[in-house]
């Protein structure tokens, strides 16, 4: 018997593929990660190049280590030993078959909103691999795109600041001060409102929390 909260993310799941296929965006909603990480693979033909970023979601729910295991040809930004090689890595990242990636946020309308420090997670979800799949936790789902903006500055940003510890002043305080330390890791904000070609970004949303 399905608790409250997995008959609401079902109904929620079905309505934010509806608004994400308006969008032309691929969209499906998996009730588990482990359902999650089954459809990813099932959209990714073996022999594909794949790369992804930076996602703590993706890694989480064992997809990076399901590319690594299959018969794939993996960048993995992970494996670079310099600044010079991971800059490399990032780069051969966008010319690959699939980029694998998590979004800061999503609107209840199907809009993507992600903030990025280096660029190369948000250059990949505008342009460059010839598929992106988003895996997308529904904890991530705010109400408007106001909203979406909101989390993705107020609560992902600072909890990853937290991952590189640099001297930022969220890692002091915990909340955003709209830096501008060197050690920023909020350079670049995308709004994808919109999939161009149709259902190249495909977006497997998860009824589960997943990533922050
Ligand atoms: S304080 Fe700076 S690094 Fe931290 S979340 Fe705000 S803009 Fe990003």
């Not at 490399?88 to 990025?116: K, M, P, W």
């Not at 992106?132 to 991530?140: M, S």
Request: hydrophobic share 40%; proline share 5%; charged share 25%.
């Amino acid at each position: 018997m399905n608790t409250p909260i997995e008959k609401r993310n079902e109904v929620l799941g079905k309505t934010l593929v509806e608004k994400l296929e308006a969008r032309q965006f691929e969209a499906y909603y998996c009730p588990t990660a482990k359902e999650a990480l089954e459809k990813a693979l099932s959209l990714v033909p073996e022999k594909s190049s794949v790369s992804w970023g930076g996602s703590i979601s993706i890694r989480d729910m064992g997809l990076t280590k399901a590319f690594h295991a299959g018969d794939y040809e993996v960048i993995d930004r992970d494996l670079g030993k310099s600044p010079e090689e991971i800059a490399d890595l990032h780069r051969q990242g966008l010319l690959t078959d699939y980029f694998i990636t998590s979004t800061n946020a999503i609107s209840e309308d199907g809009i993507l909103v992600n903030i990025d420090g280096t660029g190369n997670r948000v250059a990949a979800l505008c342009f460059g691999p010839k598929n992106v799949i988003v895996i997308c936790g529904l904890n991530k789902v705010a109400p408007t795109l106001e909203g979406a903006v909101a989390r993705a500055r107020s609560t992902a940003a600072p909890i990853n600041a937290f991952r590189f510890m640099g001297k930022t002043p969220c890692v002091s305080t915990g909340i955003c001060h709209n830096c501008k330390s060197p050690d920023c890791i909020c350079s670049q904000f995308l709004i994808s409102r919109f999939c161009k070609p149709a259902k190249r970004i495909k977006v497997i949303l998860v009824g589960e929390e997943l990533g922050y």
